[in-house]
């Protein structure tokens, strides 16, 4: 299954990431080609041109079990940040490393702040299969992003249909590679219209930078019994608070902590198109009409019933200068 891709805008590629435990076979990443040349993704668009499997620090093939990779970022030294959930039930840390584009090599590792790491008595920590599904760098390699797909133990509950879940998300700063911020957000509380099955799981697989002010584009993704419900939000950084100083969320009143602001730009239940476990996204080249594209893409999680789905939109991002004119405008509307 593939959990997350990057754009390599110098060489018009892209790098998935496959979420195999180095079970099936050896932990890996995929280098692929998309062809939107003609504005459009055609069904015969995606090609793989190569296949890396990554290597520890030792540069030996990752274990089976030992590894749970979900996130992919690219940076301009051509190396790529992966984020692994760990395995929680197994007390195995996740971890955010940076490996080489060509040999797949891991290089560096960022250290993880304690309060994600699981502990042995189930009090705190990442929850199993549902941490660091995600990872984006900002357009300046400043600073490197990360959302845990759910609460950690000691911050709250999981999502529930009627239950939003307090995620926090984790600021890396890639000039010292030392955690910097952590900031909540509340993941939407999705009911699901008919659920036979009684099965229900929400949470966010993916995020990625805008700008290098805060801007972001996030990935919803609940499963409802009867499909996918997957929703993109606009996510802004602007006033939220600073909680990395925070151990526990539920000790503090909530009231005193400004999550991140957000604001659903695109149901895509509204397509009409079967929606698979959608996990990844990420901005992709200028279309013909120069707008930016936007590749999303599913994990099939290893099973025939479910399909590797890539979908790609045309994304209207507005410059801050167009920004600054239009507030403007409406500044004087008001008065």
Avoid: W
């Amino acid at each position: 299954g593939l959990s997350g891709i990057t754009y390599d805008s110098k060489n018009n590629l892209y790098y998935a990431i496959s979420d195999d435990r180095s079970n099936k076979a050896a932990a890996r990443f995929y280098t692929l080609k998309i062809d939107l040349s003609k504005g459009s993704l055609q069904e015969s668009g995606v090609t793989t041109v190569a296949v890396i499997p990554l290597l520890n620090e030792a540069g030996k093939t990752f274990a089976a079990g030992s590894i749970d990779a979900e996130g992919i970022a690219l940076t301009n030294k051509s190396t790529v940040f992966i984020s692994s959930e760990g395995d929680a039930n197994q007390l195995i840390n996740p971890f955010i490393q940076e490996f080489s584009l060509s040999s797949g090599k891991a290089l560096t590792t960022l250290p993880i702040p304690k309060k994600f790491l699981p502990d042995k008595i189930g009090k705190q920590g990442i929850r199993n299969n549902l941490a660091f599904e995600s990872l984006t760098i900002t357009p300046n390699e400043k600073n490197l992003f990360t959302v845990t797909e759910n609460a950690l133990i000691q911050d709250g509950a999981e999502a529930k249909p009627s239950t939003s879940s307090p995620c926090r998300i984790l600021q890396y700063n890639l000039f010292t590679n030392q955690p910097e911020k952590e900031f909540l957000y509340l993941t939407e509380p999705i009911a699901p219209f008919f659920n036979i099955s009684r099965k229900f799981a929400s949470g966010i697989p993916d995020l990625i930078a805008l700008d290098n002010q805060g801007h972001f584009l996030s990935l919803e993704r609940s499963f409802t019994g009867l499909g996918f419900y997957i929703a993109l939000f606009q996510v802004s950084l602007a006033d939220a608070s600073d909680i990395h100083n925070v151990e526990s969320i539920l000790a503090l009143d909530t009231k005193n902590i400004k999550p991140v602001q957000k604001k659903l730009l695109f149901d895509l239940r509204k397509l009409d198109v079967f929606l698979d476990n959608i996990e990844g996204l990420t901005l992709g080249p200028k279309l013909p009409n120069g707008q930016r594209s936007l590749i999303l893409v599913s994990d099939n999680n290893f099973n025939s019933l479910q399909r590797t789905q890539f979908l790609a939109f045309e994304l209207k991002i507005e410059s801050p200068l167009m920004r600054l004119l239009r507030r403007l405008r409406n500044l004087n509307f008001q008065r």
